[in-house]
């Protein structure tokens, strides 16, 4: 009879279902489970686990990592896997959340495409590809593109540029507005001034010092005729196999702009003294 009168106590409760207030359970060993388990308020009988061990069920999935270590040298910070808002007409989402803080650092929307985030065995970020080649590998089927965004929460206007590409070439564009364009066949297109810094010692100001040794015109005249290019301006055959460095060619042509002042002002002196002694001459033979 005992035995009927348990079996009968135990279909009660189970007919009873909710509105019976069953104890929490406290196992004092390991728990191992044989098959599959459901967890939360809306497991039902004869559930199909498919592949999922392991299944949460009920309107709000939450598993919280809470770190019970009590000494100042241990980290203690509480963690929480989150899916979906709890709140009416709120967000679809899986994340972690920092428990402490209750800030979201990381999230993933419902929704979001095929690998939209994929690390490859080799620690490559791949967004849009599971075959990530780079570092950082972005692939998309338009305009493939990154922004970087300042906002005004730290007290520096808003603004944010846009670093995009594809068969048209490279762009950076700010707020909106082009700024830079690299083209497919290596044209470079800049709104704005191209600035770069110069050592006070190596910009051509020293020409005008008076030390400055100036090549004699006849001895230009020599090297031009032979060598078919300027003194310390590389040759046409040299710029073609090793390319340009554009900042060292402009110093190089100013240095020669402020020769050819110097070469100018020696002539136009010499001119003056030709011009003196040429008045003196026809003065002297205009007298009687």
């Avoid at 598993?63 to 007409?89: E, Y």
């Avoid at 082009?178 to 190596?202: C, M, R, W």
């Avoid at 060598?227 to 310390?232: A, I, K, T």
């Amino acid at each position: 009879m005992l035995r009927a009168a348990t079996f009968s106590t135990i279909c009660l409760v189970a007919s009873l279902g909710s509105s019976f207030s069953i104890a929490d359970q406290t196992v004092f060993d390991d728990h191992i489970v044989v098959g599959n388990q459901c967890i939360g308020v809306d497991c039902s009988i004869n559930i199909n686990f498919g592949f999922d061990g392991l299944v949460l069920k009920q309107n709000n999935t939450r598993i919280l990592f809470q770190d019970t270590s009590n000494s100042a040298s241990f980290p203690t910070n509480d963690w929480r896997l989150v899916a979906n808002d709890s709140t009416n007409g709120g967000r679809n989402f899986f994340a972690i959340e920092d428990v402490n803080t209750s800030r979201i650092p990381f999230m993933v929307m419902a929704g979001a495409p095929e690998n939209a985030l994929n690390i490859s065995n080799k620690g490559f970020l791949g967004l849009g590809t599971d075959d990530a080649q780079k570092p950082l590998h972005i692939n998309s089927n338009n305009l493939p593109s990154i922004r970087l965004q300042q906002n005004s929460s730290g007290g520096f206007p808003a603004s944010f540029w846009d670093i995009s590409a594809n068969e048209l070439g490279l762009s950076f564009i700010q707020d909106n507005q082009s700024k830079l364009a690299i083209l497919p066949n290596g044209d470079l297109n800049i709104a704005g001034d191209i600035t770069t810094s110069v050592a006070e010692a190596d910009f051509p100001d020293y020409v005008f010092a008076h030390n400055y040794s100036l090549m004699p015109l006849q001895q230009l005249g020599e090297f031009v005729q032979k060598n078919h290019h300027l003194p310390e301006i590389p040759p046409a055959a040299e710029v073609a196999k090793d390319g340009l460095n554009m900042s060292q060619l402009q110093l190089k042509l100013l240095q020669k702009v402020e020769e050819l002042t110097l070469y100018t002002v020696k002539q136009q002196q010499e001119l003056e003294q030709l011009k003196a002694e040429l008045a003196s001459v026809r003065k002297q033979n205009q007298q009687p």
